[in-house]
């Protein structure tokens, strides 16, 4: 058998019992074909030959990493905080830091965001690379559900961007960023005010997805727009003493739904309260005629003036305000 080269490193076994071949480790560079041969009688099995990999190089560390906020290139010295030497390097230099106080950088939507949508960190920077809301984000990305139609700016959007559980939010959370006063009513499909909208929630910190309007009139199986078509008019109102700077409420009639609500096919209109409970114990417009003719009877002068007034008020057309 052929001698090995010096800086190889060699590791023979034998075992005269089994006859096995003698093991030989080589690195890349000195592997060599060797073959076997006799000594005396007995022959010697070609030795199994073991190829080693040379030992990897270590990576050098990058001296200088580009700004994803400004895009420059710097030095790493210039990116990390001057109270930190060690640790991951961060994605912004020190400067655009200290130029934007108030806000912070998202590795994740790769935009600054306010620092209050951030987890503060004992660490020089003071917050943490990712907003809080990324990992929620992340999570109902994985679960790759189906995107859905913001009914406001008709964009189509993953399930994260609408607020809520199972029951998602018409409105996407930009829109809604956009109008911070404001609330979607689903019965108006327009913006209004939070104060036209009923709280709900245990402690009151949501609102209703309709108007009260909208709610009562949905309450009764109809729409607003169904109510004011049945009455004529252009703006909700008493459909009996045509005032309108009053409490309204829908009359239904009772004898197809007895209940509060109504099946949306027996409702008539708005009534005021006090019409409302006038017609409610009258029931009959019978007993409302009679009751309207005694009235009229044996009012003085005075009173007969004023209901003959209130009278020619509601005869009158409406118009629009």
Known sequence: MRRLPRRTETSVSRDQGAGRAPSVQLSLFDAEFLVGGTTGDTAVPAPVVVLRRPRRRKKLVQSIKVCVWCGKKKPIEEMRHPLSSRGVTPSTCHECREAHPELGWCDYHNEPHDRSHFTQVDRPIGIYNRCIL??????????NLLPITCISCNEELTTWNFRG?????PT??????????ERWCMGCQLWLSKSEFHRTGTDGKFWTIR?????????????VKELLALQGSDVPEC??????DVRLMIDHDHACCPS??????????????ECNTAEGLLKTPGRAMALAEYM???STAKNFQSAADDTSTASKPLQAP
């Open 134 to 143: 990324s990992e929620s984000e992340k999570a109902s990305n994985a679960r």
């Open 239 to 244: 459909g009996s003493c045509r005032r309108r």
């Open 296 to 298: 009229t009877r044996y």
């Open 211 to 223: 108007c009260k309007p909208c709610k009562n009139a949905h309450a009764h199986g109809t729409t």
């Open 165 to 169: 559980g199972q029951q998602k939010s």
């Open 260 to 273: 509060v609500k109504s099946c949306g096919q027996c409702v008539r209109g708005y009534l005021c309260h």
């Open 172 to 181: 996407c959370r930009r829109c809604e960023s956009d109008h911070p006063e």
